[in-house]
Each structure stands twice: as C-alpha cells, then as structure tokens.
C-alpha cells in the first residue's frame, strides 16, 4: 500500500505541473495571438525554463495553441503577409 504522504507529495506535484502548463499555454497563445511566431514563444526562455520537452509537447497539442496558429496563419493570409520579403 502506498505511503500517504507519498500519495499526497505526488497530487500535489501533478496539481502544480497542470497549472505552471497552463500558464505556459495562456503565454504562448497571447505571445502568437499578438505576432509572435510560433517558435520564438516556444523559444522563450519564460516556455524553456517551465517545461520539459515532453510537456512541450502537450502545450502544442492543445486546442487553444491550435487555435491561435491557426489565427496567425489566417490573419497572414489576410494580410498576403506570410513573412518572407519579395
């Protein structure tokens, strides 16, 4: 049987994980909802420091990192803007 404390150290370190990635994902969604390309927000000491590489990659898979590249990717079609010069 699982020590308690154990258990409960345990919780609390998932509770505080899910929240420092949610975080990380508010940062990334305003960073790219206000021009930032994808990769520098992911780049960011701020997103680097937080997370580990698998982490990272549930941060990309969520709908509202979708969302918001999906935005950007619009909003460059709109503009005829896609980042590269004539």
């Given at each position: 049987m699982p020590d308690l404390a154990?258990?409960?150290r345990a919780f609390l370190k998932e509770l505080a994980t899910d929240e420092l990635?949610?975080?990380v994902?508010?940062?990334?969604v305003r960073e790219v909802g206000n021009g930032r390309k994808?990769?520098?927000a992911?780049?960011?000491p701020y997103v680097r420091n937080r997370l580990s590489p698998e982490k990272l990659r549930?941060?990309?898979e969520?709908?509202?990192v979708i969302a918001?590249?999906?935005?950007s990717i619009k909003t460059a079609f709109e503009r005829k803007d896609f980042g590269f010069s004539n």
């Open positions: 154990a258990s409960i990635e949610e975080r994902i508010e940062y990334v994808l990769e520098e992911l780049n960011d549930h941060v990309l969520t709908p509202e918001a590249v999906e935005g």
